[in-house]
């Protein structure tokens, strides 16, 4: 009973060391609801919106020890009523703790695992709680009268949830959809953030190639209908307008919030500066690059001298509007920055490189914050997936071969089967940083190869891989810096 007792939530009343020298009280188990009222015959209908709350409170009287001076254990026992406690689950509570409780998820599991009910029908429980006086050797403990506990569990939401559809980047395939992140505190609550196009879409719970089940649209366009069968309505969820959105789904309380982002302030940008190659040339200044996964946030990755940089918005004009720090020559760890208009800053702020080098630069418009990070590139690389010779083997996947006199590039010249591919920083764990594709399965043309942290977005949320369709010997070029790939067929 090990694994279930970790899901019981306890809360104790305990006096450390306490021996009785003579209690003669009988034993009494009382049962309160969530808010700590007593009631006499509990009657639970469990929510799972609640699931981290206190549904079920027992709590129980000192009893006696029988003027033995010994002291006394408590088990708490449940069964279901009938079994006489033949088949019940005991939680043995230790000395000097007279209350237990159960959060509603707690007890709902229970109800599942150990009394195998997953088809959320009233269940008829039984309590009681016993004594242990002192090692048991000697005088039998006491037994209280038993309380009857009526429960109506709930079947839990799906963990996971996909979006798919033809308004989403991977369109209606049901093996390939990007994926909804669970709210860190709401139970049943998922987010997705991303480009939709005009279309439809729905969710599906799993991506084994199967359409249903499927939250499909209900009554209306904020609430959700929960598919089981295909002579069910398909009716979908309709995007007319391009744009990035944020959607919320509570697949508890059926219902969906679709927001259409306010759009980016700048669609281009560009960085100037006696650091960037193209230095103080206004009118062809290095440009910056937006985001794969969110258009607020631009990037610029390069190798930089000693020296200044500012963000303008626009070309060939000095006097134009500036992403600039809030102080002259921050350090580099001062994530701040403001966008100034015109010639409203005379100071005319700006960054300073003070250690040439390479750097990974990312400027967030929507909170005017950014990063600039010196980058350490990786001394070794690898490919590991079913297209590669070495297959899956995370322990030795296959080398990729640094370029001399490159610290940033590495190539692959060989064999590749049809399957998948990713590119991981380190060997042993499947669980590390990887450099991955944009979208899953990308054309081979595309050559975006983002470095992408775990648990950092869609693409690791996803496990985004590149996809070989056609077995041959292929030339990779793959370069860490500019996170850019090449993948060509010999």
Sequence with gaps: ?????????????????????????????????????????????????????????FNWTTGSNHQTGNAITYVLQIDKTGNNFSKALSNNMGKAIYTSSYTAGAFNTLLQTFWSDTTAATLNLQARVYTIIGDGSGIKGDTSAVVNITVTPYIPVSTKLYIIGNATPTGWSANNADSLTPDATIPGLFHFQGTLSPGNFKFLTVLNGNFLPSYNMGADSAHLFYRTLSSQPDNQFLITVPNFYYVDVNLISLTIKVTKAALPLYKQLWIV???????????????????????????????????????PTALGNW?????????????????????????????????????????KIS??????????????????????????????????????VPTPGNPYQFTYSGNLTVGEFKIPTTTGNFGCNYFRPDINHPALTDNNAPYVTVGSGPADANDYKWNITVAGNYTITFNQLYETISIVKQ
């Excluded at 808010?35 to 919106?49: H, I, K, Y």
């Excluded at 990063?371 to 297209?387: C, E, N, R, Y």
Aim: with cysteine; charged share 10%; aromatic share 10%.
């Design 363 to 400: 400027l967030n418009i929507m909170v005017n914050s950014i990063h600039i990070s010196p980058f350490t590139p990786f001394k070794q690389l690898w490919m590991v997936g079913d297209a590669t010779p070495s297959g899956w083997n995370i322990n030795a996947p296959t080398p990729m």
């Design 319 to 359: 006097g134009g509007d500036y992403y600039r720090p809030l102080t002259n020559l921050p350090s580099l760890t001062d994530t701040t920055a403001a966008l100034v208009f015109g010639n409203t800053n005379p100071p005319d702020n700006q960054w300073k490189i003070t250690n040439a080098g390479s750097y």
């Design 1 to 57: 009973m090990g694994t279930l007792f970790l899901l019981l939530v306890t809360g104790c009343t305990k006096t450390e060391n306490f021996i009785p020298s003579a209690i003669n009280a009988p034993l009494v188990l009382k049962v309160a609801d969530s808010t700590g009222n007593p009631v006499t015959n509990a009657v639970l209908v469990l929510n799972q919106a609640n699931q981290n709350n206190p549904a079920l409170i």
């Design 273 to 311: 500066g006696d650091a960037t190659p193209n230095g103080w040339n206004i009118n062809s200044p290095n440009q910056m690059y937006v985001d794969l996964f969110n258009p607020y946030i631009f990037h610029y990755n390069e190798v930089l001298a000693a020296g200044n940089f500012k963000i």
